[in-house]
């Protein structure tokens, strides 16, 4: 496998490493979390201007490619900025769920608006006390009308308009569904890291013909691959952050002096930090393979393996450098600190470390 990135890959990392570095600083960031809105209407403009949606989509309406590796190269950067603009949930699920072949109703009318970044969406899936059982789908509908609760929505409340998965009788759908629709009912929240989230409830919304989206073999298929893209992108994101963490702390032991000397000179505080850039860089091989086989059969055992690495890893990461910066590691002015939570949080989304281990042994002994 060749792990070397396209000329085109490249000019893509370079460039949206550009813009996190010059739009998404810290302060801002430290702003923007403590804002009821959460992130900056202004700089999603500016994203989707870039072609930072459209990078994650196929060419076939509109998009700019779609691959694995163009989510990876997008999410890691953003990752390393610990980036809290919308693009998991827009970009990655949303997006990706309009531009399904077999997308009906106006679901691919709406694709050109969030391309170009004047519309957002969330994905609508998981359930209260289905923990990270995607089949558990609860929600219904009947008569037309659209009940159930979905929980951990993320960008839940900034969004325009939310796909919905319900069951209508025995068939899965996926809707679309106003966030301003009457019956539904939305409590926003933050989440440890800063990000914004919501539990929604449905209660007899009216849905129209057109606000299908997918229903039956083409929607579970379809809800596959976005969790399949989702999860891929989260496992990039945190390998961004990870390398974050490892560049705050190698430059702080450069720094930090004690006795006279910084204490980088410390035997085992290299030792330590050696260890978590081996780690780093098995993490980035799984997340680049994972990103290999996005299209391929065996998709999912590889994305297990990459999520469950990915989750003990970040977790080492975050540990090792919050304890080599000493107490100053935890505080809320250093970037560090919101890097350590991130890291942690991603591990929660779409499966954790445990979730995955039994999914990949399970995958491994079926194949």
């Known amino acids: 496998m060749d792990f070397n990135l396209s000329d085109d890959h490249r000019m893509l990392k370079d460039m949206v490493s550009r813009f996190v570095r010059e ?51 997008v999410a890691e950067e953003l990752g390393r900025g610990i980036v809290v603009e919308p693009f998991l949930a827009t970009a990655v699920l949303g997006a990706g769920l309009l531009a399904e072949e077999a997308a009906e ?29 995607a089949a558990k789908v609860d929600a219904k509908i009947e008569g037309g ?23 209508d009788g025995d068939k899965l759908v996926l809707l ?20 914004g989230a919501a539990e929604i409830t ?68 290299q030792h330590r930090l050696v260890d978590v850039c081996l780690e780093i860089e098995q993490v980035r091989s799984i997340v680049l393979l994972a990103a290999s086989k996005l299209n391929a059969e065996d998709r999912d055992k590889h994305l297990s393996a990459a999520k469950a690495l990915v989750g003990r890893v970040g977790r080492q990461v975050a540990e090792e450098s919050v304890q080599m910066h000493g107490g100053i590691g935890v505080t809320w002015e250093l970037e560090l600190a919101h890097v350590a939570k991130r890291l942690v949080m991603i591990d929660h989304y779409f499966g954790d470390t445990d979730y995955h281990l039994k999914q990949f042994q399970k995958l491994s002994k079926a194949a």
């Open 145 to 167: 009308k659209l009940s159930g609760a979905k929980s951990m929505v993320v960008n839940g409340g900034d969004a325009n308009t939310l796909i919905v998965s319900a069951k």
């Open 202 to 269: 449905f209660d007899g919304v009216s849905i129209a013909a057109d606000d299908v989206l997918l229903s039956g073999s083409a929607a579970e298929d379809a809800l596959g691959r976005a969790i399949a893209r989702a999860t891929l992108a989260l496992c990039a994101e945190s390998l961004g952050a990870m390398e974050n963490a490892r560049d705050a702390t190698l430059e702080y032991l450069r720094t930090r002096t004690q006795f006279g000397v910084p204490i980088g000179k410390f035997q085992v505080l």
């Open 105 to 133: 109703g106006r679901g691919p009318a709406l694709l050109d608006d969030v391309i170009g970044g004047g519309h957002k969406l969330a994905f609508a899936h998981y359930e209260p006390g289905a923990r990270y059982n």
């Open 23 to 73: 739009q998404c600083d810290f302060e801002s960031r430290l702003k923007l979390i403590s804002s009821e809105k959460g992130h900056d209407e202004a700089v999603w403009a500016q994203m989707a201007e870039l072609g930072l949606v459209a990078a994650v989509l196929p060419e076939r309406v509109g998009g700019l490619g779609g691959s694995g590796l163009d989510i990876m190269v």
């Open 176 to 195: 679309l569904v106003a966030t301003d629709a009457d019956g539904v009912s939305m409590r926003t929240f933050k989440t440890n890291d800063g990000f």
